[in-house]
């Protein structure tokens, strides 16, 4: 008999897990005592949970039927250069205006990059209803 714990799929463990961590070394990294190795430390550590992710994340896409398959693609798609055109007009705004590294940096706007992939899930799934 499976446990619930097998119920979950792996990459939203995986995902889940990197969230968690990223948010406890974007914690450890706002001390200003701890020393500068354990501070690289600290950054990478959430680095091969998100490796987990994707290699969890891509296995479960080749598992998935052709409809399936095609919905994930074009939500990357439409995400893909979304991601792009933030960053690219987020780093011309900076050469343009001071923009506050407390609301614009790479740490505020990943999360911009989950709304446009699951924006895009949303877009394509209502095509192929």
Do not use: C, N
Request: aromatic share 14%; no cysteine; charged share 20%.
């Amino acid at each position: 008999m499976k446990s619930k714990m097998s119920r979950i799929p792996m990459p939203l463990v995986a995902i889940i897990a990197f969230v968690l961590l990223y948010f406890v070394a974007r914690g450890l990294l706002e001390q200003p005592e701890l020393a500068k190795p354990w501070r690289v430390i600290v950054a990478l550590v959430p680095v091969p949970v998100f490796a987990l992710f994707l290699v969890t994340f891509i296995r479960g896409i080749k598992e998935l039927d052709e409809l399936e398959r095609r919905i994930q693609f074009e939500a990357l798609v439409f995400a893909f250069p979304l991601a792009i055109l933030l960053v690219m007009t987020l780093g011309l705004l900076e050469l343009a205006i001071p923009l506050s590294p407390e609301d614009w940096s790479y740490r505020h706007i990943w999360p911009f990059l989950f709304v446009f992939y699951f924006l895009g899930v949303a877009i394509a799934r209502r095509r192929y209803q």
